[in-house]
């Protein structure tokens, strides 16, 4: 018999690839899962007075929110200047600044496309008109104008109207 024909055939690649991928997957999940739901020893204690203060403070002065196209360099931003949003602006209207950040019109705010809790601080993604991009702030920084109430569409009837025993 020939030299090589005596060993098993090696097992495919496959799936002991598929295998490894599953174990990774399985423990990674809960730790992502758990992101931004609790703080962790040895992270910042969130400041006395908490952001939504700080927003109805910023909404009542009608000062400018600073927004930023990365959640982290917001995060940085606002790190870095200790809160103050006097700074954080001065550091972000600096046209040497390269953190992706500016003065966010109020007016320019469509909607709030997504909301984001992380190690206790609150973050609001804005929709502003005419770019596709959202721009991070504190949650609650700014509220969009209200839309009017959407029509029923016609043909349907409204919850509660219908015949009885329908």
Known sequence: MG???DRDPPMPLLPLTLLR???ALVLCAPAAAAQGTAPRPG???APAKTSSDKAAGDRAA???VIGCTSLANLR???RSTGEDRA???AIVSDPKSDLGCSPVDRAAVTEVADHLALNGRAYDCLALKGTAVCHWTVAGAVTPAARPA???ARG???PGKGAPGR
């Open 150 to 152: 959407a029509r029923p």
């Open 43 to 45: 992270d910042q204690k």
């Open 21 to 23: 991928a599953f174990a």
């Open 156 to 158: 349907k009837e409204a």
């Open 76 to 78: 940085s931003l606002l």
């Open 62 to 64: 009608g000062g400018p």
């Open 87 to 89: 700074a954080a602006l």
């Open 3 to 5: 030299a090589g024909l």
